[in-house]
């Protein structure tokens, strides 16, 4: 059975300090691995990625895919108060039926 | 532009209930998917549309869930028989075939 599990299910930080969230997946078939960003309801893309060892950069956050080990990372730097979310790693399956397998998500809280 | 909207934004109804959730996708997104999101967890893959068909119903749980796109945008998922098991928020998302799936807010569906 494909699945992806998230660590750790829950995180609480200080402003400024730096934050890895950890990805695994099992998968039959993988085509990318994406991050989003869930503050309300909606979650918001963060990044795909696709191939291994290569970093993925938007300001403080960064990320990376190690297709061997079958993991990925969530690197938050220098964490504001507005990092706080949940954070989901979703595995997407090949392009003819394009559903995204979702861990079940790290909380952080980033308090001032 | 503008992105996938979804309405009701949010559904309360009582057992054995018929309901319906409605999706507009973003502009020219030939794919369309449902996801199932129970609290604290990540969302599950219900159903994927490429145009009018529906290329994944795999996720659908049983024969009390449907959904339709008969012009190939707007989406509406609906539920026969609503039972308390199946209070969640159902989130629908678009994106041209392979792409980055772009989420909406999500309909928060609770059964009395």
């Known amino acids: 059975e494909d699945k992806v599990v998230q660590s750790p299910l829950s995180l609480v930080v200080h402003e400024g300090d730096t934050v890895t969230l950890n990805c695994s997946y099992e998968v039959t078939n993988f085509r990318s691995l994406l991050w989003y960003k869930q503050e309300k309801k909606a979650p918001t893309f963060l990044f795909m990625l696709t191939s291994s060892g290569i970093e993925k950069k938007s300001g403080r956050l960064s990320s990376i895919l190690d297709k061997k080990e079958l993991f990925s990372i969530l690197n938050i730097t220098a964490t504001q108060t507005g990092d706080s979310a949940v954070y989901l790693c979703?595995?997407?399956?090949?392009?003819?039926?394009?559903?995204?397998?979702f861990g079940q998500g790290t909380t952080l809280q980033v308090k001032p | 532009g503008a992105g996938v909207s979804q309405t009701p934004s949010n559904k309360v109804t009582e057992k054995g209930k018929y309901v319906e959730l409605r999706c507009d996708p973003i502009?020219?997104?030939?794919?369309l998917y449902w996801y199932r999101q129970s609290l604290g967890q990540g969302p599950e893959f219900l159903i994927y549309?490429?145009?009018?068909?529906?290329?994944?119903d795999s996720g659908l749980p049983n024969d009390r869930f449907f959904a339709v796109r008969p012009e190939g945008s707007v989406s509406t998922l609906k539920i026969q028989r609503t039972e308390r098991g199946d209070s969640a928020v159902y989130l629908c998302?678009?994106?041209?075939?392979?792409?980055?799936?772009?989420f909406g807010p999500g309909t928060r569906l609770t059964v009395l």
């Open positions: 502009s020219g997104h030939t794919a």
């Open positions: 979703a595995v997407g399956t090949p392009s003819n039926t394009g559903k995204l397998i």
């Open positions: 998302a678009s994106s041209s075939p392979g792409d980055t799936q772009y």
């Open positions: 549309f490429q145009g009018t068909g529906a290329a994944d």
